[in-house]
């Protein structure tokens, strides 16, 4: 067993490479995703005005190119102008000289219809790892309900006069915060990143419980130990959601391709999803429903190439919905994915965070007081677990 162990820690050091001395020329074709956010829902449109998101990257590179989404509006969105730029410091202030305007098929404005995303053409703009950008949307109209992603744990930015705004690079005009991202759902890099890691799950990986603006989810720490290997990673949580029935957000089957295997230069995907299906409503029981969910993701990503890596589910007794039943769901389930053979690794995040006292709890250290998500300490614990299953090593 040691020596199976072995020769798949290899194999996935062979996924995940580490970066040469030197960087090797990139086909001119060759994107990787550097961030996500996964539409959650939606918010009344904020006709006039210009959204100044900040967005943390992953991974660097000498061109970018802006993903925006209308897949939940039910009315065609038109974008007036899009935006990207280095952020200075702090707050909706542009590093001088970095702004640049997105077009879309040669155009500087587009029309996305309900139901759909689009991708920018490629933007000239040389970015670090780990650098914040700018990416600002304007919306001249009432387009209906706007697609964004509720809990960004980010300060952004709205001048609610908008026009003309967006390609201003000082902060004259946002006046408004928001902690949500809207329109804008990923970054995509072209330079010598080796490919991406999509982070798949709930709230537990969109980094609730972490400090807002650290960047201290456990994807975000995952990022930081990957970037020796050149390899961005993409936050596909959605607080809410859930993996056998439509929660916050489409299920995790349902928008599998669209927020993970449909990203640019995905390798590996973490899936870590499912405790919102034992303690929602409905909550559902039968543990083989989830192990057939499991095999169906991990099949889909297999025919694509994508390696898959399932998360064990961690405890939460003394959240309100806790349970006794519930809590023996959650054990047949993780039982599989510890040893049901579905994944090409699993990271044992249950084991990492539960407290030896009680193994249906998670340790004091790492809860920020509801008993359910993971403080700071708790996100870095999940991300040194994903880290191991995903290379072997810490």
């Known amino acids: ?20 001395a030197r960087a090797v020329a990139e086909p001119a074709s060759s994107w990787t995703g550097s961030w996500e956010t996964a539409p959650s829902g939606t918010a009344p449109a904020l006709r006039g005005a210009a959204v100044r998101n900040v967005v943390h990257l992953s991974v660097g590179g000498t061109a970018v190119r802006i993903r925006v989404s209308n897949r939940l509006g039910s009315r065609p969105l038109r974008l007036g102008a899009v935006t990207v730029a280095l952020r200075r410091a702090a707050g909706p202030d542009a590093v001088p000289g970095s702004m640049r305007t997105a077009t879309f098929h040669g155009s500087p404005t587009v029309t996305v219809p309900p139901g759909r995303d689009t991708v920018s053409d490629p933007v000239a703009l040389t970015v670090p790892a ?8 304007y919306t001249p109209d009432d387009d209906g309900p706007a697609t964004h992603h509720r809990t960004a744990l980010q300060t952004s930015y709205v001048a609610p006069v908008g026009a003309g705004r967006a390609t201003d690079p000082d902060a004259t005009g946002y006046t408004r915060t928001i902690s949500s991202w809207y329109y804008v759902t990923g970054v995509d ?46 936050n596909a949580g959605i607080g809410g959601n859930r993996l056998l029935h439509n929660g916050t957000g489409p299920s995790a ?33 039968d543990a083989e ?38 809590e023996s769901v959650r054990q047949r389930v993780n039982a599989f994915l510890r040893t049901g053979g579905a994944f090409d690794a699993v990271a044992d995040a249950d084991a990492a965070v539960r407290d ?17 998500h993971f403080d700071d300490a708790g996100m870095a614990a999940v991300a040194d677990t994903v880290l191991l299953a995903l290379t072997g090593a810490r």
Request: charged share 20%.
């Open 1 to 20: 067993m040691a020596r199976a162990g072995r020769v798949l820690a290899a194999l996935l050091l062979a996924l995940l490479p580490v970066a040469p």
């Open 130 to 137: 780990a650098a914040d950008l700018l990416v600002t949307v």
């Open 189 to 234: 890099v072209r330079g010598a990143a080796t490919g991406s890691v999509v982070a798949f799950g709930d709230s537990l990986t969109d980094g609730q419980g972490s400090t807002p603006d650290t960047n201290h989810r456990w994807p975000d720490r995952l990022a930081e130990q990957l970037r020796t290997r050149r390899l961005g990673v993409l």
């Open 253 to 285: 089957l349902a928008r599998l391709d669209a927020d993970a295997l449909d990203r640019a230069g995905v390798r590996a995907l973490v899936v870590f999803e499912g405790i919102n299906d034992i303690k929602g409503t409905p909550e559902a029981n």
């Open 289 to 326: 429903a989830y192990a057939d969910a499991y095999r169906t993701l991990v099949a889909r990503a297999h025919a694509r190439g994508i390696r898959v890596i399932g998360v064990t589910l961690t405890p939460y007794r003394g959240y309100p919905a806790y349970t006794a039943a519930r």
């Open 356 to 372: 030896p006292a009680d193994p249906t709890r998670i340790l004091p250290r790492y809860d920020p007081g509801d008993h359910l």
